[in-house]
């Protein structure tokens, strides 16, 4: 299925995870595990997704889109964001 929304470029001009409106796209380079482990399968189905604490999915990697030199890039906010 093809998203309608345009892929958002990532790095330090993002400032909420708000604005991560369609697929991220990582700098040349980048070598996080969250770029090699992010896929558009992944992020189609966990884009809109949040823990029972309200922890969305889209604040669990914002760190890692927003600073693209992060090794991990992925946060769990809550024990259930696990």
């Given amino acids: 299925m093809e998203s309608t929304q345009s892929d958002v ?9 708000s604005e991560l409106t369609g697929f991220p796209i990582f700098p040349e380079g ?3 595990l969250l770029k090699k ?6 992020w189609n189905e966990l884009k809109d997704s949040k823990d029972s604490h309200g922890f969305t999915f889209k604040q ?23």
């Fill in 30 to 32: 980048t070598k996080s």
């Fill in 37 to 42: 482990h992010l896929s558009r399968e992944v």
């Fill in 9 to 17: 470029k990532v790095g330090q001009h993002l400032n909420d995870p």
């Fill in 60 to 82: 669990a990697i914002f760190s890692g889109i927003k600073n693209t030199d992060s090794g991990i890039g992925i946060y769990a906010g809550s024990h259930d964001s696990y």
